[in-house]
C-alpha cells in the first residue's frame, strides 16, 4: 500500500477520477503524467473520466498476496471506460459465473484496504455490475 503521503497525492485520481489529456496529441493518461508519452509535449489538461465501461478481459484470484489473502477468491479485470480509458481493478457484488467479456460495469469508490487497527483507510474504485 503507498504511504499516507502518497496516497493523499493521489486522491484526486482514486476520488474523482482525474486524468491527464494531452493539449498537442489528445493522449489520456490516468493516472496523470509530466509528459505525453505519444508525442513528449508537457502541456496537459485536466479532464474527468467517465464511470461506466465493459469488461475486456478479468481473472479470479485464488492464491492472493498477503494484504488481500481474506478477501480471496475475487475477480480483477481490465475495464474500458466509455471515454475508452482501460482500468484495472477489483469486481464485486457479482458472482463469478455472471463475469462475462463484454459486461457492464459502473465505478463504486469503496474500501480497499486498512493499514493496522488504528491505521490509515485506504479508499479506491471497485467495479460492479451496471
Known amino acids: 500500500m503507498p504511504t499516507p ?3 493523499w497525492r493521489e486522491i484526486p485520481q482514486r476520488y474523482r477520477l482525474e486524468a491527464a489529456k494531452c493539449k498537442n496529441c489528445g ?3 490516468f493516472p496523470p503524467r509530466l509528459v505525453c508519452p505519444r508525442c513528449q509535449s508537457r502541456a496537459f489538461e485536466t479532464i474527468i473520466l467517465s464511470d461506466a465501461g ?4 478479468y481473472t479470479i484470484i485464488r492464491v492472493p498476496p498477503q494484504p488481500f489473502s481474506d478477501q480471496a477468491p475475487y475477480a480483477v479485470g481490465i475495464v474500458e471506460l466509455d471515454d475508452g480509458v482501460r482500468l484495472t481493478g477489483q469486481i464485486v457484488d457479482c458472482a463469478f459465473e455472471e463475469l462475462q467479456i463484454g ?4 465505478i463504486e469508490f ?3 484496504s486498512e ?3 488504528a491505521g490509515v483507510i485506504y479508499y479506491g474504485y471497485k467495479f460492479v455490475p451496471a
Do not use: C, D, F, N
Open 54 to 57: 465493459k469488461i475486456v478481459t
Open 110 to 112: 469503496r474500501k480497499v
Open 103 to 106: 459486461k457492464r460495469v459502473k
Open 5 to 7: 503521503s502518497r496516497y
Open 27 to 29: 493522449y489520456v493518461a
Open 115 to 117: 493499514e493496522g487497527e
